[in-house]
C-alpha cells in the first residue's frame, strides 16, 4: 500500500514558480514509478511528468518540457514537482500517483493517487 498526499499548491502570478511536494508513506513505495497530474475545470486529467524507481529516468508531457523538473528523495519520502514560467494553462488541480508499471503516462495505469493540490495562475 502507498499513501499520497501534495502540498505546496496556490495562488502565483503569471511567470512566476511553485514547487509541489508529494509525501509518500509505505514500505515498498520507493519501488513505483511515480507521476504528477494535473486537471482543469471541464477537462479531463492529463499526464505532467513521471520518474523511475531510483529517480534515473524521468518524462515530461510536451506542453510543460523545459519549464517543469520532477525529482524525488527517498530519503525524505518525497516526490517533487519544480514549475517556473507559470502561464494561465497550468491552472488545474495538480495529483502526484504511484504506479507499478514503468514508464506509466495515463491515468488507468497508475494504481494509487493523493487528493489533489490547487495551483492558480493568475496576472
Known amino acids: 500500500q502507498v499513501q499520497l498526499v501534495e502540498s505546496g499548491g496556490g495562488l502565483v502570478q503569471v511567470g512566476g514558480s511553485l514547487r509541489l511536494s508529494c509525501a509518500a508513506s509505505?514500505?515498498?513505495?520507493?519501488?513505483?514509478?511515480m507521476g504528477w497530474f494535473r486537471q482543469a475545470p471541464g477537462k479531463e486529467r492529463e499526464f505532467v511528468a513521471n520518474?523511475?524507481?531510483?529517480?534515473?529516468?524521468?518524462d515530461y508531457a510536451d506542453s510543460v518540457k523545459d519549464r517543469v523538473t520532477i525529482s524525488r528523495d527517498n530519503a525524505k519520502s518525497t516526490v517533487y514537482l519544480q514549475m517556473n514560467s507559470l502561464n494561465a494553462d497550468d491552472t488545474a488541480v495538480y495529483y502526484c500517483?504511484?504506479?507499478?508499471?514503468?514508464?506509466?503516462?495515463?491515468?488507468?495505469?497508475?494504481?494509487?493517487w493523493g487528493p489533489g493540490t490547487q495551483v492558480t495562475v493568475s496576472a
Open positions: 500517483a504511484a504506479a507499478r508499471r514503468a514508464w506509466a503516462r495515463r491515468v488507468h495505469e497508475y494504481d494509487y
Open positions: 509505505g514500505r515498498t513505495w520507493y519501488n513505483y514509478f
Open positions: 520518474i523511475g524507481w531510483s529517480g534515473g529516468s524521468t
